[in-house]
């Protein structure tokens, strides 16, 4: 079945850098895009931004821009997303997700999320 | 604050029907799909509605969706118990060169 699997959680210092990885299964993983969308603790959800897998294009949110990079290796299918210059208020719930259709912006698969907290 | 207004709540009784706002702009939902999501406490959300109307395949048509110039509703029948839950309306919007995605606050549904 088609399925998106994120890293494990992260716990990181002001300041440092968090990569999260997000591996597709059950489908083309060139065929689609793959967006970042983050969730603060009691908060709502935040896209962060997306990457194409055929070419690796990509559209950042302009509150990340400079901070953030999203890349992927289409040998294993898989997505990242570096976060730079982490700060307190980047503690969240950081979720991959996938388009419904190719010519569809509507995220039908998520990956089950993975949690980073920023703390000295 | 999000660019998408959504009520904080809704409440109903189960059995009944609810219906959920979004409101946006002509930068946004005026001029692009809209699409609905559901989440439960701890996990991933879940697409209800794309395309402002139409359903994935496996859910219910006790959820439907519509749009109407720079709005958008969610509406649920015959409300259960599992349906309470955090709901989110999504577009694109257009008024960055190369456009976001934006999400409304959320809406949390209680089922009386």
């Known amino acids: 079945q088609v399925q998106l699997v994120q890293s494990g959680a992260e716990v990181k210092k002001p300041g440092a850098s968090v990569k999260v990885s997000c591996k597709a299964s059950?489908?083309?993983?060139?065929?689609?895009?793959i967006s970042w969308v983050r969730q603060a603790p009691g908060q709502g959800l935040e896209w962060m931004g997306w990457i194409s897998a055929y070419n690796g294009n990509t559209n950042y949110a302009q509150k990340l821009q400079g901070r953030v990079t999203m890349t992927t290796d289409t040998s294993t299918s898989t997505a990242y997303m570096e976060l730079r210059s982490l700060r307190s208020d980047d503690t969240a719930v950081y979720y991959c997700?996938?388009?419904?259709?190719?010519?569809?912006?509507?995220?039908?698969?998520w990956g089950q999320g993975t949690m980073v907290t920023v703390s000295s | 604050q999000s660019v998408l207004t959504q009520p904080p709540s809704v409440s109903a009784a189960p059995g009944q029907k609810v219906t959920i706002s979004c409101s946006g702009s002509?930068?946004?939902?005026?001029?692009?799909?809209v699409s609905w999501y559901q989440q439960l406490p701890g996990t991933a959300p879940k697409l209800l509605i794309y395309d402002n109307n139409k359903r994935p395949s496996g859910i219910p048509d006790r959820f439907s969706g519509s749009k109407s110039g720079t709005s958008a509703t969610l509406g649920i029948t015959g409300l259960q118990t599992g349906d309470e839950a955090d709901y989110y309306c999504g577009t694109w919007d257009s008024s960055l060169s190369a456009g976001e995605w934006v999400f409304g606050g959320g809406t949390k549904l209680t089922v009386l």
């Open positions: 002509s930068s946004n939902i005026g001029n692009n799909y």
């Open positions: 059950g489908y083309t993983f060139t065929s689609y895009g």
């Open positions: 997700a996938r388009p419904l259709m190719v010519t569809s912006d509507a995220f039908d698969i």
